[in-house]
Nanobody, 123 residues
């Protein structure tokens, strides 16, 4: 069992930056693929960025070049650095863990989820 707790959300102006963190419990964190998803009001949850157990990273086209995902296995934490934020980035951001290490963008393949942290981009 893995518990995930996100933090770092908030209100930021367009063009600004935020760094989200996701702290994981358990001793096997380094074996999981990790990802960030987001859900805006009235929309379905969508993939944002992923980082495999091997540290390979992959991104949604909408955030490529602006967001950077990373992990610190010693701290059982995954991060996403979000730069040049836009109003359309406003959403509830979720951290997720995939124990099967599928490298997927499909939320259905992720086994564990956090409660989410709100990001609002507005002037």
């Amino acid at each position: 069992q893995v518990q995930l707790v996100e933090s770092g959300g908030g209100l930021v102006q367009p063009g600004g930056s935020l760094r989200l963190s996701c702290a994981a419990s358990g001793r096997t964190f380094s074996r999981y693929d990790m990802a960030w998803f987001r859900q805006a009001p009235g929309k379905e949850r969508e993939f944002v960025a992923g980082i495999r157990w091997s540290t390979t990273t992959y991104y949604a086209d909408s955030v490529k070049g602006r967001f950077t995902i990373s992990r610190d296995n010693a701290k059982n934490t995954v991060y996403v650095q979000m730069n040049r934020l836009r109003p359309e980035d406003t959403a509830l951001y979720y951290c997720a863990a995939d124990q099967s290490r599928s490298g997927s963008r499909d939320e259905g393949l992720y086994d564990y989820w956090g409660q989410g942290t709100q990001v609002t981009v507005s002037s």
